[in-house]
T-cell receptor, first 113, second 116 residues
């Protein structure tokens, strides 16, 4: 079946450091891929998405490229801020009508000044 | 962007009571809504798929008689936790699917349930 695997956290960085959170997936067909962010005490917010191979999603300085050959969708940011501290979830959609998203376990990012 | 609301955002109840959580799509109609459960420091686990006008589809291991789902209209789905116990304490999140211009899920802010 479809699944998403994220790197284990927590990830602890200093402000302005480079961030990579790895995400790989297993899926049949051509899924869409997403990154969601959850700030402390809040619900999920869509950070970025990509719907087909080689697409790059980007938002708020974050970006991720849909790599079909490596079945990956790694999240990157060149210079993190304290305000980026949150839990990041990689997810996929099988693109079948009426199906739910499948989430990775989440990676906690903690950025210190 | 599309907005999905949940009510209440926080609820504390006594063991044995029932709690109803509402999920509303505020600016679009959603034939399909999903209910997820999130334990502390863990990922979201799909509980059930709620389809307007029909019975919900529950994931394996989720008790349908304990977690009653009603999708009475195209903008409202409710999750009722019946005879709640402390182990039901969790963060419950709904999402609603907007079909046009392309199928996209929008998440509610979540409801934190604490059963004493």
């Amino acid at each position: 079946g479809n699944s998403v695997t994220q790197m284990e956290g927590p990830v602890t960085l200093s402000e302005e450091a480079f961030l990579t959170i790895n995400c790989t997936y297993t899926a049949t067909g051509y899924p869409s891929l997403f990154w969601y962010v959850q700030y402390p005490g809040e619900g999920l917010q869509l950070l970025l998405k990509a719907t087909k191979a080689d697409d790059k999603g980007s938002n708020k300085g974050f970006e991720a490229t849909y790599r079909k050959e490596t079945t990956s969708f790694h999240l990157e940011k060149g210079s993190v801020q304290v305000s980026d501290s949150a839990v990041y979830f990689c997810a996929l959609s099988a693109n079948q009508a009426g199906t739910a998203l499948i989430f990775g376990k989440g990676t906690t990012l903690s950025v210190s000044s | 962007g599309a907005v999905v609301s949940q009510h209440p955002s926080w609820v504390i109840c006594k063991s044995g009571t029932s709690v109803k959580i509402e999920c509303r799509s505020l600016d679009f109609q959603a034939t399909t809504m999903f209910w997820y459960r999130q334990f502390p420091k863990q990922s979201l686990m799909l509980m059930a798929t709620s389809n307007e006008g029909s019975k919900a589809t529950y994931e394996q291991g989720v008790e349908k008689d304990k977690f009653l789902i009603n999708h009475a209209s195209l903008t409202l789905s409710t999750l009722t936790v019946t005879s709640a116990h402390p182990e039901d304490s969790s963060f419950y999140i709904c999402s609603a699917t907007r079909v046009r211009p392309q199928e996209t899920q929008y998440f509610g802010p979540g409801t934190r349930l604490l059963v004493l």
